[in-house]
C-alpha cells in the first residue's frame, strides 16, 4: 500500500520551454502532496506544499511563478516548470501524505523525475 | 533553528559486519522521527517513524531505536543490496506535515 506514481521519469528540454511533471497516489487519497528537488549528493529540498483544492504553499526563495503546482484531486498533483533553464536542471521528488497516528502524517515519496534543460 | 544530523557521512562495510548509523536532532517536542532508504536515481523508501524515546523498530536486518536527543538505525548482518543512501527525518517545530532531513548517510556493503 501507500504507493506514489511520477511521470516522466525522465525528460530533457531546450531553455526557454515549459515541463510538466505529475505525481499520483495509486491506492490512497493524499491529504497533502510535497515537491521536492535534490541536487547531487544532496538532501531533499522543500520546494512546496499544496492541499487539494486550494494554493500551494512555497518556501523560503521558491519562486512561485515559475515553479506552477495544481492539486487537482486527492490523488493528482502536478508541477509545471515554466520557461526552464538549465540551472532547473535537478531532481524533482513528490511526496503524498496518509493519515499517521499521533498526528504525524507519513511521507510517501514518488520514484522522482529527472528534468534535464539544454 | 531546528537541525538534524547524521553520522557517519559515509560508511563502507564488508557483508556480515554489523554497525549502527546516528540521526541526532534539536527540535523540541518531537513528534515523530522518520527513517528512509534512498537508492540512487529512486525517490526514498520509507522504513520506520519513531514516535516516543525507548520506542524500538524492526525490519529485516534493521532496527532503529530513539532516545530523547537521537535516533539509531543498526544494521545486522548486512548484505549488499542493503547499500544505499539512510535518511532520517523530522517535523519542524510548528509543523505537523514538513519535513526536515539529514544529509544521510551512504552505506556501502562490499561482498
Known amino acids: 500500500g501507500a504507493v506514489v506514481s511520477q511521470h516522466p521519469s525522465r525528460v530533457i528540454c531546450k531553455s526557454g520551454t515549459s515541463v510538466k511533471i505529475e505525481c499520483r497516489s495509486l491506492d490512497f487519497q493524499a491529504t497533502t502532496m510535497f515537491w521536492y528537488r535534490q541536487f547531487p549528493k544532496q538532501s531533499l529540498m522543500l520546494m512546496a506544499t499544496?492541499?487539494?483544492?486550494?494554493?500551494?504553499?512555497?518556501e523560503q526563495g521558491v519562486e512561485k511563478d515559475k515553479f506552477l503546482i495544481n492539486h487537482a484531486s486527492l490523488t493528482l498533483s502536478t508541477l509545471t516548470v515554466t520557461s526552464a533553464h538549465p540551472e532547473d536542471s535537478s531532481f524533482y521528488i513528490c511526496?503524498?501524505?496518509?493519515?499517521?497516528?499521533?498526528?504525524?502524517?507519513?511521507?510517501?515519496f514518488g520514484p522522482g523525475t529527472r528534468l534535464t534543460v539544454l | 533553528e531546528d537541525q538534524v544530523t547524521q553520522s557517519p557521512e559515509a560508511l563502507r562495510l564488508q557483508e556480515g559486519e554489523s554497525s549502527s548509523l546516528n540521526c541526532s536532532y534539536t527540535v523540541s517536542g518531537l513528534r515523530g522521527l522518520f527513517w528512509y532508504r534512498q537508492d540512487p536515481g529512486k525517490g526514498p523508501e520509507f522504513l520506520f517513524t519513531l514516535y516516543s524515546a525507548g520506542e524500538e523498530k524492526e525490519k529485516e536486518r534493521l532496527k532503529a531505536t530513539l532516545t530523547k536527543k537521537e535516533s539509531f538505525l543498526h544494521i545486522t548482518a548486512p548484505k549488499p543490496e542493503d547499500s544505499a543512501t539512510y535518511l532520517c527525518?523530522?517535523?519542524?517545530?510548528?509543523?505537523?506535515?514538513?519535513?526536515?532531513f539529514g544529509k544521510g548517510t551512504l552505506l556501502t556493503v562490499n561482498p
Open positions: 499544496s492541499n487539494e483544492g486550494s494554493k500551494a504553499t512555497y
Open positions: 511526496s503524498a501524505t496518509s493519515e499517521g497516528v499521533a498526528g504525524t502524517d507519513t511521507q510517501y
Open positions: 527525518a523530522v517535523p519542524p517545530e510548528g509543523s505537523n506535515y514538513k519535513l526536515t
